[in-house]
Nanobody, 124 residues
């Protein structure tokens, strides 16, 4: 079983950066894709970004492409999301997810491990 713990959320002004991270423990995810999803109040959870098992392939939603960068850290047990040029519309709870396959996908059905989420609030 995999445990995912997010950190690094917070309150930031529009235009500023933030870098939430996620650490995986328990069963290794070194051979699995990892991703970030988010859920704003009153909205469904949506895909943000995903990265392959080796960090060589990434996928982004159109709404964050060019502003956010996903990366994997030491021993592929961590995943971070560098968020730049933040907008109030980026306000949401951000969730880290571990995939069932090696390569990234936008479908939440392909992710079987989920963290508890970290709140990101962007003020205008």
């Amino acid at each position: 079983q995999v445990q995912l713990v997010e950190s690094g959320g917070g309150l930031v002004q529009a235009g500023g950066p933030l870098r939430p991270s996620c650490v995986a423990s328990g069963r290794t995810l070194t051979n699995n894709a990892m991703a970030w999803f988010r859920q704003a109040p009153g909205k469904e959870r949506e895909f943000v970004a995903a990265i392959s098992w080796n960090g060589g392939s990434t996928v982004y939603s159109d709404s964050v492409k060019g502003r956010f960068t996903i990366s994997r850290g030491y021993a592929a047990t961590t995943v971070s999301l560098q968020m730049n040029s933040l907008e109030p519309e980026d306000t949401a709870v951000y969730y880290c997810a571990g995939g069932r396959r090696a390569y990234p996908t936008k479908s939440s059905n392909e992710y079987t491990s989920w963290g508890q989420g970290t709140q990101v609030t962007v003020s205008s």
